[in-house]
């Protein structure tokens, strides 16, 4: 299982097109979903509003037939008394005649259930049906009667064809001879309409795919849009990254080059010269030594103090590196520290400003505010040709910020602003790693002289109680 999902780990090109694509592919679902049931609605609407116009319309025609036929034997009925088997034979006979189409015909039940008239189904005529039902249970007869005896109305019921004897939908409208106790009418079949309405609906299934089928079109068009898209830019934006790589490869590999070579200038231009200068002294030493002629306390003396020097070169340099008072103290003993030493080794002079702060920098913070401060250090010793330099830390509701002024001669404006001097690069990507901001004025936009400001946020303060010791909390 574990191995499974391994495999599926996914690439930041393919989160990133997975990102894009999901919800399309939600939206464009959710409108297909939204459009078919819209117009499955719309469509049902209409059909069912078609399907009762068309079956009104047989219910019109049903009801002029009956009319017709009931006034073309009226002047019989009207003046026949209820026992007058003559009308009613008459009656009978004018309703037998009366077909029309390949299916209608008219026909006649007595209230008990006999059905008297049925032209196209001859075989029922003088036998009772009230118990008659159709194939879904509805007892066509007797319900007939019922609406008889109530003066008229209509019934849809199932009922066989006399062309092919096979069950169809109809539709009957029924009317009474209350004097005779019949009830007289006649149905049509509505297969037509429901083929129509049938029709209709397949229609409906056909648009509403017909649409998915569009929209999935669209859908797969815009997906392979996105990712191809997502591919081209993830192919640019790897090879961005590689050049950047490259480069950012290449700046590390000059800033170890160029610590080296400070270290390097640093041992043979003082340590090693010392050396040089304690091993004349004690050669000089043994040499007076092994002839006895002479005190050996004056070369030993200054070979010790050589020593002592050379000792507090090592230390200077090993803090230089990584100075231990940043990790023990903080960032504000550890400035303090520096600035001092780069008074005491250059006579300019030196100002330093730092507040309590509230809450503590995070590791990273610290080492970046350090070295940014070293490295403005550095190229005023060597380039700014300062008298005064101004360091000022302090914290606030945005962060915390570093600023070191001077009095020299300014930066040259086409290195500020395009960075390249690999010193003011490096304090620019330390900032950034922090997603701080740095600051560089210079000339006549500080007043003469140079200004560097970097800012680090909010985020890299440690809440106070992250720090248990109270003591914690002056340190920077």
Do not use: C
């Not at 091993?279 to 030993?300: E, H, V």
């Not at 507040?355 to 995070?362: A, E, G, S």
């Not at 330390?430 to 680090?456: K, P």
């Amino acid at each position: 299982m574990r191995h499974t999902l391994s495999n599926l780990r996914l690439t930041y090109a393919q989160k990133l097109s997975l990102v894009a694509a999901v919800p399309l592919i939600l939206a464009v679902a959710a409108i297909a979903i939204l459009v078919a049931i819209q117009s499955r609605a719309l469509a049902e609407r209409e059909i069912q509003a078609l399907e009762t116009q068309l079956i009104e319309a047989k219910k019109r025609e049903l009801r002029n037939y009956v009319t017709q036929a009931r006034n073309g034997f009226y002047f019989i009925y009207g003046s026949a008394a209820p026992d007058d088997q003559e009308a009613k034979d008459q009656v009978a006979q004018i309703l037998s005649a009366m077909i029309y189409g390949d299916e209608g015909f008219f026909f006649v039940y007595d209230y008990d259930g006999t059905n008297l008239v049925n032209p196209r189904q001859t075989e029922m005529i003088n036998n009772n049906h009230l118990a008659l039902t159709d194939s879904r249970g509805t007892h066509v007869v007797s319900n007939l009667i019922d609406i008889a005896r109530q003066g008229d109305g209509y019934l849809t019921h199932l009922w066989p064809k006399p062309s092919n004897g096979q069950e169809a939908e109809m539709i009957t409208y029924v009317t009474s001879f209350p004097s005779w106790r019949w009830a007289v009418g006649t149905g049509v079949y509505i297969d037509d309409v429901l083929t129509s309405v049938a029709a209709a609906r397949a229609d409906v299934e056909t648009r509403v795919q017909r649409t998915f089928y569009y929209i999935s079109g669209i859908t797969l068009a815009a997906l392979l849009l996105v990712f191809g898209s997502g591919m081209a830019l993830n192919f640019r934006e790897r090879r961005l990254a590689d050049a950047k790589l490259k480069k950012l490869t290449q700046r590390v590999f000059d800033a170890q080059e160029e610590e080296r070579s400070r270290v390097a200038r640093e041992l043979h231009d003082g340590i090693s010269q010392i050396l040089v200068g304690v091993r004349y002294a004690l050669d000089s030493a043994r040499r007076r030594l092994d002839k006895g002629n002479g005190d050996a306390t004056a070369p030993l003396t200054q070979g010790i103090d050589n020593l002592g020097t050379a000792i507090s070169e090592v230390r200077r340099i090993s803090r230089d590196l990584r100075p231990g008072a940043l990790d023990d103290l903080g960032l504000g003993p550890a400035l303090k520290a520096l600035i001092e030493d780069f008074a005491n080794r250059t006579d300019i002079e030196t100002d330093f400003q730092t507040v309590v702060f509230r809450n503590r920098l995070d590791q990273d913070a610290k080492i970046a505010l350090y070295r940014i401060a070293q490295e403005a250090l550095t190229n005023i010793e060597r380039h700014a040709a300062a008298t005064s330099v101004s360091v000022d830390l302090r914290g606030h509701k945005r962060g915390a910020t570093l600023r070191i002024s001077d009095n020299g001669v300014g930066l040259d404006q086409s290195l500020s602003h395009r960075s390249t001097g690999i010193g003011l690069r490096n304090m620019q990507e330390r900032v950034e790693q922090l997603d701080g901001t740095l600051r560089i004025l210079s000339g006549a936009s500080s007043q003469g002289g140079t200004i560097i400001e970097a800012t680090v946020p909010l985020t890299h303060l440690l809440p106070p109680e992250s720090s248990t010791p109270v003591k914690e909390r002056a340190r920077a």
